[in-house]
């Protein structure tokens, strides 16, 4: 920017070229103020210049006023050794008045002189043409400047072979005259200049027709990559570039050049498979390179993973170039790809290997990269296990059946160590399987107990024992016609029969026929009332039931008395015998001194046999006459074993009428001679002593 000349006076503004006198002293500090319009092509800039004689100043205060009596404003402070100052803040064309004063810390000084009006002009440039088209051998022409007002401007150029011959500035409309240089190159130039802040554009064409020829126009190379040149002829002064147009080719020598040259260039190596085309443009020759991509060689991590029978999971990784295309494909429906079925270049596959329910052990393979990955996975251990380890049934037997679980594979065998146990069903069998058996029937009153081995368990077998049963009483007083007879409140003992059930325990339930119960299995019991009384228990297994009962007599108290025994003792060698001898076995029969025991009713009387006559014996021993055919005792005896009136009436040992205590009755009686027990009224056999015997009729 060129300044404009200030005026003479130092207390002057230079405003549009004219020197305005400038009023006001600086009292305080001497202060020389100097103001004018700065030369600038900018609407709003007014440059202010002053002299500062002072020499104890801090700094300068400028304030600024649209009248040269205010009001005033500070617009800028700034250190006292400045001598300038430019406001930038101004509106093109109003007219500004500026005064400065100088302080330090004891005050302020008073103003300089009042500078103004002051005012820039508000300016408009515009240039013709914009632009101009110069031929190789260049030449000159001119731009027209049109400005408003007599706004100042000036003319640059931006290129040496654009050369402004005049009019390199001004104030209001004006001409700018420039030259071309001849282009002794091939290559159009194209250069600016600036007119009023304007840009004027000047292209001018190459200065000869140039051809170009590359010494190849192409190379290929394979995968490793490589370095090569391509040799360019041109005329000497035909300017030609090298640009490559992938990242992959480098030109490493010169990038541009004159004439004939030579362009360097690198291939990097391809590390990728597949086949790589790209350019280099030579002097606008297209220069083209061919890669080839390296060869699709796969390889995994592992060849082989091997796995318990659980199964589970893992990967591979698959290295291969780039661009080499591959996948993963398994052999065997108990592996199964989870990822990376497909991929190209480096890759994972990712797989699982399902249980193994099977003892055999298993091998499969899957195909990834065309390679052969190897998957083992161990079978199951042969354990088994049974549904149920026994049963148990009664004595008529029957069948069932038993679960094997063993795993698939397994072999096993099921075998009967009883004859009366048979496998039916599943005598062998992989895997898991079922057994039906079947259990013979039990004809003894012993329970069985028997096994089956199946797959290496043992599977237990009871059978119960038939079992018999009845009431038994194990203390009766005596039986008559089968019938137990018990004496009144004296413990009898129970049981319910025989037999052996071994399947599940017996459950009892008796009844004694008086309101009594028991749940044992040989309960015991007394009776409190004479009669007869039906005894029933009810024996359970849980299964079946089986019921049985019994009569028990209970006799009332009653007394019997003065009872004729007539006993009968034929001895028809009567006249033969003397008793007074021991006679012979063939002349007689010898009963005398025979003790006789009759049993009525229970009631044991003994007495002995004499020979000192008849008569009712009184100390046990009953007379009778030796040669007598009939011999009678009448004794007297007293039952009183129990008041059960009503069984001897039903059992024919009373009339029903006399069952009266003390009514004289005519009973059975019972004769026991020698231990031997026989009735009145049938043969009569005994043993006399001196082990003589005879037969009575």
Known sequence: MNRMRPCVNTLQVKKLGTCVPIRGILTAISVFVLAWLAASTSASAITLYWVNSSSDAQGIQIERAT????????????????????????????????????????????????TGPASDPCCSYSITPAAAAMPASGGSNSVSVTVTSACAWMASSTVDWITITS?????????????????????????????????????????????????????????????????????????????SNVGWITITGDSSGTGTGTVSYSVAANTSSSVLTGTVTIAGQTFTVTEGGVSCTYALSALSASYSSSGGGGSV???????????????????????????????????????????????????????????????????????????????????????????????????SNVGWITITAGTSGTGNGMVSYSVAANTSTNGLNGTVTIAGQTFTVVEGGVVVHRVAITNAVSTVGGVPIVMADETVSFNAG??????????????????????????????????????????????????????????????VTNFRASLNFPNPDHDKCNFKAVPQPSQCTNWLGTTVTLDVGGAQVSFTLNAKGRGV?????????????????????????????????????????????GVSVTLPV????????????KPLHYTATANRTGTAK
Not at 68 to 89: E, H, L, R, V
Not at 637 to 660: C, E, F, I, M, P
Not at 670 to 681: G, Q
Request: charged share 5%; proline share 3%.
């Open 498 to 559: 025989t037999g052996d059930n071994s399947t599940t325990p017996l459950t009892y339930a008796w009844n004694f026929g008086d309101g009594s119960t028991s749940t044992d299995s040989a309960p015991q019991h007394a009776f409190a009332d004479c009669g007869p009384h039906t005894v029933t228990v009810t024996i359970s297994d849980g299964i079946t039931s089986t019921n049985v009962d019994s009569t028990v007599a209970v006799p009332c108290a009653m007394s």
């Open 67 to 114: 009248s040269s009596s205010g009001p005033w404003s500070q617009i800028a402070t700034i250190g006292a050794t400045a001598t300038n100052y430019t406001d930038n803040s101004n509106t093109c064309g109003v007219g500004y008045f500026y005064a400065v004063q100088a302080y330090n810390s004891a005050g302020e000084s008073g103003y300089s002189n009042i």
């Open 317 to 415: 990784n698959v290295t291969s170039p780039g661009g080499c295309a591959w996948t993963a494909t398994s052999n065997v429906g108990w592996v199964t790809i989870t990822a990376g079925a497909s991929g190209t270049g480096n890759g994972t596959v990712s797989y699982s290997v399902a249980a193994n329910t099977s003892s055999s052990a298993l091998a499969g393979t899957v195909t990834i990269a065309g390679q052969t990955f190897t998957v083992t996975e161990d079978g199951l251990p042969c354990t088994s296990a049974l549904s149920q380890t026994s049963a148990s049934y009664p004595s008529s037997g029957g069948g069932g059946s038993v679960g094997v679980t063993t795993p698939g594979g397994c072999g096993w065998t099921a075998a």
């Open 670 to 681: 019972t004769l026991a001679i020698s231990n031997e027990v026989f009735m009145a009224d």
């Open 617 to 661: 014996s009184t100390n046990g021993t009953c007379r009778f006459a030796y040669n007598k055919r009939l011999g009678t005792c009448q004794l007297t005896a007293t039952l009183s074993h129990g008041s059960w009136q009503d069984a001897w009436a039903q059992y024919g040992l009373v009339n029903a009428d006399t069952q009266r205590p």
């Open 167 to 243: 009019g390199g500035g001004g104030n209001g409309n004006g001409t700018v005259n420039y030259s071309v240089a001849a282009n002794t190159n091939s290559i159009a130039l194209t250069g600016t200049v600036t007119i009023a802040d304007q840009t004027f554009t000047v292209t001018e064409d190459g200065g000869v027709s140039c051809t170009y020829a590359l010494s190849a126009s192409g190379a290929t190379y394979d995968s490793n990559g490589g370095t090569d040149s391509v040799a360019v002829a041109t005329d000497s002064n035909c300017v030609w570039t090298a640009v």
